[in-house]
């Protein structure tokens, strides 16, 4: 299997010169001598002065490209689209013959299970906004497999950075229903106090970053975080090796940041993965006019990245790929590595779209009924003997009962305290804030018929400033 995978990625790391095992830190907190001890065991470069002779060119900007005495312009039309990889087909069939599955029948149908998880509540929660109980969700539809599937491949110490669509890459790493509700309906039990939008969950225990709405950042943050745990691993070589992953949308990769991230990830050789979800959408933009290179993982190719495209509704593909993908981030002290999984987005992008103004229903039915990624594993463990109609019954009961019941504890906690607005920026608070805290209590008490106090924690009180 590991062979399989290992022909699929595209390698580049035979590189022309020899590959720097040291880097400066860039940590705010790291002290000099870190610095100087990190950046002093960087092997020099070698000198790239042009030898007399040379049937190749050895200039800084480009070393060892043969000298060519035809004037041709290279063309996109003549170098072959990247293979994907598959490992089941939509049939559920095993089309690998080297695959053979690393995970018990209890843990397959975990991940199944997980699937259905992030389907039935995006269900649930994008009918709830219908109805007005919720300002905002972002559905995952069509999907599920690159979540899951990759997630799975992870250690728990792996550091994550999320988009907005990934679900269920924190059902698979254990984050709670209770969990997705509070921060959906902020309530006082929300991490993140209602701050932020729905949808921008993130858990310090899990060791993912909290979703923000900007697109793309997560990608260079992604590429430091990666940076950082390269240079805790020299420091402490004994701790368990880390990698960061960064999901993100094809269209994200239009943005500055992507380019940004992928170029300072393969100079200072950063144990990242990057997951491209590829789903022929960025918002209500396609791929056609999007770009017209071979996809994604073509410019990781032109960033000097080992990269890999897969079939991103086949969650074995997407499972071995991301597996071997953070071996290789791992090896010889780190490097990126770029998966670009090739999906569908059968959901519109968001509660805010209407996706039937800019694509035609016919064709997200065709894809619902054609490639589905759940009903794929599904096929794949029936034959197994492992699954049937009952227990699928059975599932999605169980499953719709514990997502109703989370929904409905959350939207009966009261909000935040209102005093919450004021706090978390400075230890104490500033007198400035202590007195705009006043002024708030003292508009409610002048008008309490047009403000309803009562469904934050602990009403206008909570504005009396504390000792």
């Known amino acids: 299997m590991k062979n399989r995978i290992a022909t699929s990625l595209v ?149 994550v950075f999320l988009q907005y669509r990934e679900q269920g890459v924190l059902v698979q790493r254990g984050f709670k229903l209770a969990e997705f509700m509070n921060q959906l309906f902020a309530n006082k039990y929300d991490p993140g106090r209602g701050r932020n939008m729905p949808v921008h969950y993130g858990s310090r225990e899990l060791n993912v970053h909290t979703i923000s709405s900007p697109l793309a950042t997560q990608l260079p943050q992604a590429a430091g975080a990666a940076y950082a745990l390269k240079i805790q691993h020299r420091q402490n070589p004994s701790a368990p090796p880390r990698v960061a992953i960064c999901y993100f949308g094809e269209g994200a990769a239009s943005e500055g940041d992507f380019h940004a991230a992928l170029n300072i990830a393969a100079t200072r050789e950063c144990p990242v993965i990057f997951f491209c979800r590829n789903n022929g959408y960025a918002i209500s933009t396609s791929t056609q006019e999007q770009y017209r290179g071979d996809g994604i993982a073509a410019r990781a190719l032109g960033y000097g990245i080992d990269t890999i495209r897969v079939d991103g509704n086949d969650i074995w593909a997407v499972r071995e790929a991301t597996k071997k993908a953070r071996e290789m981030a791992l090896q010889d002290g780190g490097k990126p590595v770029m998966i670009e999984a090739m999906t569908y987005r059968v959901s519109h992008h968001s509660t805010s779209d209407d996706s039937f103004a800019y694509r035609k229903k016919v064709e997200v039915e065709e894809w619902k009924r054609r490639d589905n990624p759940i009903i794929r594993l599904r096929k794949w463990m029936e034959a197994k003997g492992i699954w049937d109609e009952d227990k699928e019954r059975e599932a999605r009961e169980s499953i719709r009962r514990d997502v109703l019941k989370a929904f409905s504890e959350a939207e009966r906690e009261k909000k935040p305290a209102m005093r919450s607005m004021f706090e978390d920026v400075y230890e104490d608070l500033t007198p400035d804030l202590k007195v705009q805290m006043a002024e708030l209590r003292s508009h409610l008490e002048r008008y309490p018929e047009e403000y309803d106090v009562d469904e934050f924690e602990g009403g206008k009180d909570s504005l009396t400033s504390q000792p």
Do not use: W
């Not at 960087?42 to 004037?71: C, E, I, M, R, W």
């Not at 689209?81 to 018990?104: C, E, H, I, M």
């Open 11 to 159: 390698s580049t790391s035979k590189r022309c010169a020899p590959r720097q095992h040291g880097t400066p830190a860039i940590l705010a907190h790291t002290c000099r001598s870190t610095y100087q001890s990190c950046y002093s065991s960087t092997v020099a470069p070698p000198s790239v002065s042009q030898p007399p002779n040379a049937d190749y060119l050895a200039f800084p900007g480009a070393a060892k490209s043969a000298f060519s005495h035809s004037l041709k312009f290279e063309q996109p039309s003549t170098h072959p689209a990247l293979s994907t990889y598959r490992v089941v087909d939509q049939n559920g069939v095993v089309v690998d013959p080297n695959f053979k599955p690393d995970l018990s029948d209890e843990e397959v149908v975990k991940l199944y299970r997980d699937m259905l998880t992030t389907s039935i509540m995006d269900i649930i929660m994008f009918d709830a906004h219908r109805q007005g109980r919720i300002s905002f969700y972002m559905v995952a539809a069509g999907e599920e497999a690159t979540s899951v599937g990759s997630a799975s491949a992870l250690a728990k110490e792996d550091v």
